[in-house]
């Protein structure tokens, strides 16, 4: 079983910075044995889609919309994942969940708001 909570949501301006952290709960055994980790978000009204993810090895990959303006990173030892997010605009606002995948399961946090004002 693993545990996911996001923090770091918030409101800010377009143009502007934001950074989003997952910590997952667990044992030592459990969090090294935890599979690719990344961010998805979903606006309102439309389906959750795929922001970034990054494999236990470091490889990171990303939507086309957020690529050179967003940055994702882990820390296996603590069972974290970080997402930078700059030059945010107005169509980045949505609810970013936290996903990681162990032994073939999805885990997903509760989500954090994130709002671009204009």
């Known amino acids: 079983q693993v545990q996911l909570v996001e923090s770091g949501g918030g409101l800010v301006q377009a143009g502007g910075s934001l950074r989003l952290s997952c910590t997952a709960s667990?044992?030592?055994?459990?969090?090294?044995?935890?599979?690719?980790m990344g961010w998805y978000r979903q606006a309102p009204g439309k389906q959750r889609d795929f922001v970034a993810v990054?494999?236990?090895?470091?490889?990171?990959r990303y939507a086309d919309s957020v690529k050179g303006r967003f940055s994702i990173s882990r820390d296996n030892v603590k069972g974290t994942v970080n997402l930078q997010m700059n030059s945010l605009k107005p169509e980045d606002t949505a609810v970013y969940y936290c996903?990681?995948?162990?032994?073939?399961?999805?885990?997903w946090g509760q989500g954090t708001q994130v709002t671009v004002s204009s």
């Open positions: 990054i494999t236990k090895g470091g490889s990171a």
């Open positions: 996903n990681a995948g162990r032994r073939g399961i999805p885990y």
């Open positions: 667990g044992s030592s055994f459990i969090l090294f044995s935890i599979d690719d």
